[in-house]
């Protein structure tokens, strides 16, 4: 299963933003320290301030913060509002040329319950997880 570079990066974002939480940042910053493009950390953070994962104010004394404690930000939910899962096997019901034109199939059942997991995996864990495995490692 792959992840889009929004997920991937909204996820970094958090993870940079929780470790270094006592600290305001803006875009500039967090493009040079997380290696990303200042066009897609835009993105990133007007995404994630909308959902309410992070603060982002405007003005000289202005820049992004995570808005939640990290153990109350669930990795599903953040998988859940990146991610969108229903094309993940597209099934063209009423075309000749599609194998999966049945509710039967089993490619796509096997599919869609392999995602029902992946996606489950992540409920078990919050963004204070990913923290704590990465600050056992320094």
Do not use: W
Request: hydrophobic fraction near 35%; glycine fraction near 2%; aromatic fraction near 10%.
């Amino acid at each position: 299963m792959n992840l889009s570079k929004f997920t991937d990066y909204s996820f970094r974002t958090l993870i940079y933003l929780s470790n270094n939480s006592k600290n305001l940042y803006t875009v500039e910053e967090l493009s040079k320290n997380l290696n990303i493009s200042e066009n897609h950390i835009k993105k990133i953070v007007h995404a994630l301030a909308k959902e309410g994962y992070i603060l982002s104010t405007k003005g000289r004394n202005g820049g992004i913060k995570l808005a939640k404690p990290p153990e109350s930000i669930n990795l599903k939910e953040v998988l859940l509002f990146c991610e969108d899962f229903s094309k993940v096997i597209e099934c063209k019901k009423n075309s000749i040329y599609c194998t999966y034109n049945s509710e039967r199939c089993l490619i796509k059942n096997i599919v869609n319950m392999a995602t029902e997991k992946f996606i489950q995996e992540f409920s078990k864990y919050n963004l204070s997880d990913v923290l704590n495995s990465i600050n056992d490692d320094l």
